[in-house]
């Protein structure tokens, strides 16, 4: 269900110094690093590569939303969940699209929940 996790950090590379030293035991590794809005990304993995941990610069100020990933099974499930949320009347961040910046065949939604975190439904084709 849950695809990848993102956290708004004070300093991006103090925080991953931190979690590649403290947690190298379970395999925490960089996987990528690339600009982002505000300042640099960089996407962690465990042994398998795959970044599933991305620390990002703050941005919002005061409450610091989640960004929360759920793994979806195609990209017409993409396409449906950008649907339900229009017709729901929820704020779209980004309309479904690729995401080559992430990795070829990223495909993504990405929309606020209630609570003001940015929520996003991915597939990926490799």
């Known amino acids: 269900m849950l695809d990848h996790l993102a956290l708004q950090v004070a300093d991006v590379d103090g925080t991953a110094g931190f979690y590649t030293t403290v947690f190298a035991s379970l395999g925490v590794r960089e996987a990528m690093r690339f600009p982002g809005q ?6 962690l993995s465990g042994p398998d590569g ?13 409450d610091r939303p989640v960004h929360l990933a ?3 099974p195609s990209r017409e499930a ?11 009347g929820t704020e779209i961040l980004h ?20 609570d003001g975190n940015n929520v996003e439904a991915v597939h990926h084709t490799f």
């Open 38 to 43: 505000g300042g640099t990304v960089v996407g």
């Open 50 to 62: 795959f970044p599933k941990l991305w620390l990002g610069p703050l941005v919002d100020r005061g």
């Open 70 to 72: 759920l793994t979806a």
């Open 78 to 88: 993409v396409d449906a969940v950008h649907s339900a949320a229009v017709a729901a």
């Open 95 to 114: 309309a479904p699209r690729l995401w080559p910046e992430y990795h070829p065949g990223y495909y993504g939604v990405f929309l606020r929940d209630p």
